[in-house]
């Protein structure tokens, strides 16, 4: 694609760029060597009992922070259906979206209807990957959401003071006091807050890469759950005419290296 179309798309992605503050506190975890406690799991069997099942779930998503060297803002609609579908909606201030992405498992299309340009077949995380840093699939992105991140067959911790965890695989979950406050997923912290109906309303992910730092917060609106979500939700209607791009051409006008 030429200059002008990626232009193009990245004035798209630009519509989610701001110089919003972005908070650099150290992550919220405990200190100390854990000794080890049962009582961990099962309270965080407790906490996490709105995850079993989720079979669907919407809200409204405010994402504030940086990506690498820019810094984002952009207001979402999100919706998941088990096991592989979720549909984001990145709203504009007024007119079409910037840009709907929606994926029923292996169908993957992101659409940038104001540029009338589609990607179409790349894999949710890689596309995922290029416009936030978030490299996780439906499932993934939907548990880290909801607060869902319970590894199984876990160890439970306990570091005093309140503070528990429970570790398995790649994840290890805090809690304080019975609540999920924090997690360290597959190289990402991430921080649970404000918490409402034991959902957190406020999810902070970071982890640093090589174009600077990724440090994103979701501050999540009303959450509804286990609804009947129609299938075509998770299918995005593109014009015949529209002009397809590749996950390259993608990358090229991502946030996250954008100069």
Known sequence: MNGAGIAARAAALGMLLTTAACASRSPLRPGGV??????????????????????????EIRLSGRAGPQRIRARLLAGFAAPDSVRLEAL?????????????????????????????????ASVLEALTGLALDAGELRDLIFGCLAPEAGRGERYGDGWQAVAGGDTRVYLQRG???AADYRGWQVEYAEHQ?????????????????????????????????????FVVDVPVSVTAITLEELRQSSPLTAR
């Open 34 to 59: 854990p000794t080890d406690d049962p009582a961990a799991a099962v309270a965080l069997d407790a906490a996490t009992r709105h995850c079993r099942p989720l079979r669907t779930a919407t809200t």
């Open 92 to 124: 504009a201030p007024f007119g079409a979206p910037a840009l709907v992405l929606a994926s029923a498992g292996s169908a993957t299309t992101l659409y940038f209807p104001r540029e009338r340009q589609a990607l179409r077949g790349a894999p949710l």
């Open 179 to 181: 609540v999920p406050v």
């Open 197 to 233: 109906s034991g959902v957190a309303r406020k999810v902070r992910v970071r982890r640093a890469v090589a174009s600077g730092a990724i440090d994103l917060t979701a501050a999540i609106g009303e959450v509804e759950m286990n609804v009947d979500l129609d299938p075509r939700a």
